[in-house]
């Protein structure tokens, strides 16, 4: 099966749609790429608001030998990366966004891992950025 464009998409990727009322729905690709089903969970465009604190400057800082955090650049090794929510990230190369980045490694069960500034778990096994 694919997409109404007969193409796969990425698992766990979204498509925004717009609602009659003005705002937006979202259709979300299944975990094996095969096509998009309606969305009904949070805004995925929108950090989680137990996320408030997500500083990304002070996440992707290394003074005082602060270990990289969730999706910041620079990384060379996973030993550059920290944890988060007690998960330990990897460095993972995205030739596409910049480089190098930290982040969790995921599957379709744990895609939930992903938060924000993530755009869901990625057909690479890891979560991926967005844009």
């Known amino acids: 099966m694919t997409t109404g464009n ?16 003005g ?8 975990g094996d790429g095969s096509a998009y089903v309606l969305y009904s969970g949070p805004n995925p465009n929108e950090p ?3 996320a408030g604190s997500y500083d990304a400057a002070g996440a ?3 003074a005082g ?15 550059d990366c920290g944890t988060q ?14 480089g190098n980045l930290c982040t969790l490694s995921c599957t379709t069960a744990t895609s939930s ?4 500034p993530s755009a869901g ?8 950025p967005s844009g």
Do not use: R
Request: glycine share 14%; aromatic share 12%; charged share 15%.
């Open 60 to 62: 992707c800082s290394t």
């Open 65 to 79: 030998g602060q270990k990289l955090g969730f999706m910041c650049a620079g990384c060379t090794t996973n030993e």
């Open 48 to 50: 989680p608001e137990d």
């Open 121 to 128: 778990c990625g057909n690479n096994g890891h979560c991926k």
């Open 85 to 98: 929510d007690g998960m330990p990230m990897v460095c993972f190369s995205f030739p596409n966004k910049g």
């Open 23 to 30: 705002g937006a729905g979202f259709y979300q690709c299944l």
């Open 6 to 21: 007969s193409e796969y998409c990425d698992p766990g990727d979204f498509a925004a749609f717009s609602l009659a009322d």
């Open 113 to 116: 891992v992903c938060v924000a």
